[in-house]
Protein backbone atom coordinates (compact mmCIF):
# COMPACT_ATOMS: atom_id res chain seq x y z
CA UNK A 1 0.00 0.00 0.00
CA UNK A 2 1.30 3.27 -0.89
CA UNK A 3 -0.48 6.75 0.19
CA UNK A 4 0.14 10.24 -1.27
CA UNK A 5 -0.98 13.42 -0.16
CA UNK A 6 -1.14 16.97 -1.39
CA UNK A 7 -2.86 20.04 -0.83
CA UNK A 8 -6.09 21.14 -2.17
CA UNK A 9 -6.80 24.80 -0.56
CA UNK A 10 -9.95 23.61 0.51
CA UNK A 11 -11.35 23.47 4.13
CA UNK A 12 -11.67 19.48 4.02
CA UNK A 13 -9.66 16.64 3.33
CA UNK A 14 -10.47 14.54 0.25
CA UNK A 15 -9.87 10.52 0.01
CA UNK A 16 -9.10 8.47 -3.56
CA UNK A 17 -8.95 4.81 -3.75
CA UNK A 18 -6.85 2.88 -5.98
CA UNK A 19 -7.28 -1.07 -6.07
CA UNK A 20 -5.44 -3.01 -8.76
CA UNK A 21 -7.55 -5.56 -10.45
CA UNK A 22 -5.64 -8.45 -9.70
CA UNK A 23 -6.66 -8.40 -5.99
CA UNK A 24 -8.66 -11.55 -5.75
CA UNK A 25 -11.80 -10.25 -7.81
CA UNK A 26 -14.38 -7.45 -7.07
CA UNK A 27 -15.83 -8.64 -4.52
CA UNK A 28 -12.77 -8.20 -2.20
CA UNK A 29 -12.13 -4.81 -4.31
CA UNK A 30 -15.20 -3.38 -2.91
CA UNK A 31 -14.57 -4.34 0.24
CA UNK A 32 -11.40 -2.72 0.45
CA UNK A 33 -12.36 0.42 -0.52
CA UNK A 34 -15.58 0.19 2.23
CA UNK A 35 -12.95 -0.95 4.81
CA UNK A 36 -10.82 2.19 3.64
CA UNK A 37 -13.68 4.73 3.12
CA UNK A 38 -15.00 3.56 6.54
CA UNK A 39 -11.34 4.33 8.25
CA UNK A 40 -11.25 7.89 6.52
CA UNK A 41 -14.73 8.84 7.86
CA UNK A 42 -14.46 7.33 11.75
CA UNK A 43 -10.70 9.32 11.59
CA UNK A 44 -11.48 12.15 9.65
CA UNK A 45 -11.30 14.69 12.73
CA UNK A 46 -7.51 13.22 13.12
CA UNK A 47 -6.77 14.59 9.54
CA UNK A 48 -5.22 17.70 8.90
CA UNK A 49 -7.72 19.90 6.52
CA UNK A 50 -7.09 20.74 3.42
CA UNK A 51 -4.87 17.34 1.69
CA UNK A 52 -6.43 15.39 -0.97
CA UNK A 53 -5.31 11.64 -0.25
CA UNK A 54 -4.57 8.99 -2.43
CA UNK A 55 -4.24 5.56 -1.47
CA UNK A 56 -3.06 2.89 -3.95
CA UNK A 57 -3.27 -0.74 -2.65
CA UNK A 58 -1.56 -3.46 -4.83
CA UNK A 59 -2.14 -6.91 -4.99
CA UNK A 60 -2.70 -8.15 -1.30
CA UNK A 61 -2.94 -11.09 0.63
CA UNK A 62 -4.26 -9.51 3.77
CA UNK A 63 -7.53 -7.39 3.27
CA UNK A 64 -8.65 -8.18 7.42
CA UNK A 65 -10.29 -4.76 7.90
CA UNK A 66 -8.38 -3.83 11.34
CA UNK A 67 -5.47 -4.26 9.66
CA UNK A 68 -6.21 -2.16 6.95
CA UNK A 69 -7.21 0.66 8.92
CA UNK A 70 -4.49 0.33 11.23
CA UNK A 71 -2.23 0.89 7.92
CA UNK A 72 -4.28 4.08 6.72
CA UNK A 73 -3.62 5.51 10.02
CA UNK A 74 0.04 4.90 10.42
CA UNK A 75 0.91 5.54 6.57
CA UNK A 76 -1.18 8.84 7.34
CA UNK A 77 1.26 9.81 9.86
CA UNK A 78 4.35 9.14 8.20
CA UNK A 79 3.49 11.37 5.88
CA UNK A 80 2.79 14.29 8.09
CA UNK A 81 -1.25 14.43 7.42
CA UNK A 82 -2.23 13.35 10.75
CA UNK A 83 -2.92 15.79 13.35
CA UNK A 84 -1.62 15.64 16.43
Given amino acids: MSVGA ?3 RLPVT ?3 LRV ?9 RN ?8 AYRCHKTD ?6 VVVVLRRSA ?6 LAKDFLTACDSIGILAK
Fill in 62 to 67: DVAQEH
Fill in 20 to 28: QRGTKGAVI
Fill in 14 to 16: RLG
Fill in 31 to 38: RVKRVFRS
Fill in 47 to 52: LSPGYD
Fill in 6 to 8: LPN
